[in-house]
């Protein structure tokens, strides 16, 4: 439980802080260099609310495992992304958590920091599946 509350509290504020500045989530997600450009707009628009979806869903019993299985997604997306960045030698400040400046963190802190995310959010996804909820 307390792993689906951090988790749910670390997506819902991202998403929340990344809705008032769409061009600096685009600018941040073609920052890594992976997605083509028509890409970016689209997915700077729709990843927050996404990521609010996923975190007020992960606090409901009705959609626990499809929210778990959505937040190991994006976990997963995070660590392919920073991964990537890391390996081509990008230095990637990406406007994860909008416009904090206290959230911005070099290529291989946010590695760590998405890796984190992913055992978490895998870790709730296998107790959810497992408990058959």
Do not use: H, N
């Not at 769409?22 to 609310?49: E, N, Q």
């Amino acid at each position: 439980m307390i792993a689906r509350i951090l988790l749910a509290l670390v997506f819902v504020s991202a998403g929340v802080l990344k809705l008032p500045d769409p061009l600096g989530v685009a600018d941040g997600m073609a920052a890594f260099r992976l997605l083509p450009i028509w890409a970016v707009t689209p997915l700077a628009l729709g990843i927050p609310v996404f990521e609010i979806v996923v975190g007020v869903s992960l606090l409901s019993k009705r959609f626990l495992r499809p929210a778990a299985l959505a937040a190991t997604g994006l976990s997963l997306a995070f660590v392919v992304l920073y991964a990537s960045a890391l390996a081509r030698g990008l230095d990637v400040q990406c406007s994860c958590f909008g416009t904090l400046e206290f959230f911005r963190v070099s290529t291989g802190v946010g590695l760590v920091r998405a890796l984190v995310l992913l055992a978490l959010s895998a870790w709730a996804y296998w107790r959810v599946s497992r408990r058959g909820a």
